[in-house]
C-alpha cells in the first residue's frame, strides 16, 4: 500500500533540520548558471574562437558545419588532439575534459531558484531534476524528454529531464542525479587528479547508490578541486547530499536482503510533461516535440503507471531489478545527451541540440556550439 504518511512525517523533521543547516539565500536563477555569456536567450552563431589557424575561415562569419550554432556561449575546451565543443573528452590525461554540472544536482540553489521561478509562473509546486531514464516508446529513448515522477514518500512531483540514457530502456526506472548518489562504473567524481572532487573515492559510499545515510554525507568532500564557482553558488557537495536525504528521494538498505544502498522509494507514477523553460536553462537541451502541459492528463502515463497498490521497487531484494525505482546517481561525467551522435537532429530545437556541460569546476559553461577548430564538423 502506498502512502503519503512518511512523507509527511519525514518532511517534519525536514524542516527542522533545513532550519538549522540552510545558510544560503538563493539568488535569481539566471544569474547563477555559470556561462561565459550573460544571454540566457540563444545567441546568434559565432564560432571564431573554435578556429586553430588562419588557413581556414570556416569559423570566420558563422559556425561552419558545426552541429548546434546558436546555443549558449561558454568557455573553450582545449581538449587533447584539439577535441572541443561537443567532442570536448570526458576522460584523459592531457588537456581539457568535461563533466556534467552540479547545478543540475537535486536541490541546489540554482534548481531551488528555478522551482521557485516555475512556481510563480505555472502555479506547479514541483521539485526539478536531471538524471537517466530510457524508454523504447520514444524515438529517442526519451533523451532530452521531462518527465513527472510521484515517488512514494517524497512530498511533491518531481519534474526531471533526462539527459543520459543507456541500456536500460525498460521505462520503468527513473535514475535521479542527486549528492554523492553513486559514482557508478564511470566515475570522474573522485579518485584521480583529474577528477572533479580531490580525494578518494571511499567516502563516496557505494559504487551504485552512494552513501547510504545522512551522516556519511559529512565525509564527502564539500567543493571541488576548483571550489570558487560551487562557493558562489552557495551549494556544497555536503549539503546536496543531506538535502536528498531531508527530501526522502533515497532510502537506506540498512538490514535489508541486498544489501546497503540498493534501497529506492517507489515510482508511483510517470508521465512525459513540457520541459519547464527554468530547467532547459539548466541544461541547454530541448526538444521540439514536447506535450503542452506540465501535468499529464489521466491515461497520458508511461505503460505500468501510475502503478496498482501492490507494486512496489523492489531493489531490496537482491537480484529483484530496479522496475519501479526512483534510483539515484552522481558520476560527475558528460551525459550522454551531451554527445551528437546520440541525438536526432529532426527532433531538438536549434541551437538547444546537446546537452551543454561544464567545465571541471561543476559550474561554469563549455561552447557547445561546434565540435571541431574548423567549424567543419
Ligand atoms: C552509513 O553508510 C555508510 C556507507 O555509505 C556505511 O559505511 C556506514 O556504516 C553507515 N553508518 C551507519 C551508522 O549505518
Redesign the pocket.
Known amino acids: 500500500m502506498h502512502t503519503r504518511v512518511l512523507g509527511a512525517l519525514a518532511l517534519g523533521l525536514a524542516a527542522v533540520t533545513s532550519a538549522a543547516t540552510t545558510t544560503t539565500t538563493p539568488m535569481t536563477f539566471t544569474s547563477m548558471i555559470g556561462a561565459a555569456s550573460g544571454d540566457d536567450d540563444g545567441v546568434a552563431a559565432e564560432c571564431s574562437f573554435y578556429a586553430n589557424d588562419t588557413v581556414q575561415n570556416n569559423c570566420a562569419s558563422d559556425c561552419g558545419s558545426c552541429f548546434n550554432p546558436g546555443s549558449r556561449k561558454g568557455v573553450k575546451c582545449n581538449g587533447a588532439g584539439s577535441q572541443t565543443g561537443y567532442y570536448c573528452p570526458a576522460d584523459g590525461d592531457e588537456g581539457d575534459l568535461t563533466f556534467a554540472c552540479m547545478d543540475w544536482t537535486f536541490g541546489s540553489s540554482a534548481m531551488r531558484a528555478a522551482e521557485t521561478s516555475f512556481r510563480k509562473s505555472s502555479g506547479e509546486n514541483v521539485f526539478f531534476g536531471v538524471g537517466t531514464f530510457g524508454t523504447a516508446d520514444d524515438e529517442q529513448n526519451g533523451l532530452g524528454a521531462c518527465y513527472r515522477l510521484t515517488v512514494d514518500g517524497v512530498a511533491k512531483d518531481i519534474i526531471a529531464q533526462s539527459i543520459n540514457t543507456g541500456h536500460d530502456v525498460a521505462g520503468n526506472q527513473f535514475d535521479l542525479q542527486i549528492g554523492a548518489g553513486g559514482a557508478g562504473a564511470f566515475n570522474t567524481c573522485a579518485g584521480s587528479d583529474r577528477s572533479m572532487y580531490g580525494g578518494g573515492t571511499d567516502v563516496w559510499?557505494?559504487q551504485y547508490g552512494?552513501?547510504?545515510?545522512r551522516?556519511?554525507c559529512a565525509d564527502l568532500p564539500e567543493y571541488p578541486q576548483d571550489p570558487s564557482p560551487m562557493q558562489a553558488a552557495g551549494d556544497s557537495l555536503i549539503e546536496l547530499c543531506e538535502y536528498s536525504w531531508d527530501e526522502n528521494v533515497r532510502l537506506?538498505g540498512?538490514g535489508m536482503d541486498a544489501g546497503?544502498?540498493a534501497y529506492n522509494p517507489t515510482l508511483l507514477n510517470v508521465a512525459r510533461v513540457q520541459c519547464p523553460s527554468e530547467l532547459v536553462a539548466m541544461t541547454w537541451m530541448q526538444r521540439n516535440d514536447e506535450p503542452s502541459y506540465f501535468k499529464a492528463p489521466e491515461g497520458a502515463s508511461l505503460k505500468g503507471f501510475p502503478v496498482a497498490d501492490d507494486v512496489e521497487c523492489k531493489s531490496y531484494i537482491s537480484g529483484a531489478g530496479s522496475a519501479y525505482c526512483l534510483t539515484r546517481m552522481m558520476d560527475c561525467r558528460k551525459p550522454s545527451g551531451a554527445f551528437k551522435d546520440n541525438v536526432k537532429e529532426a527532433l531538438m530545437v536549434e541551437g538547444k541540440k546537446v546537452v551543454q556541460t561544464c567545465t571541471s569546476d561543476g559550474y561554469t559553461r563549455i561552447d557547445v556550439q561546434c565540435g571541431c577548430t574548423d567549424c567543419y564538423c
Open positions: 559510499g557505494c552512494g552513501v547510504d545515510n551522516t556519511a537506506s540498512a546497503i544502498c
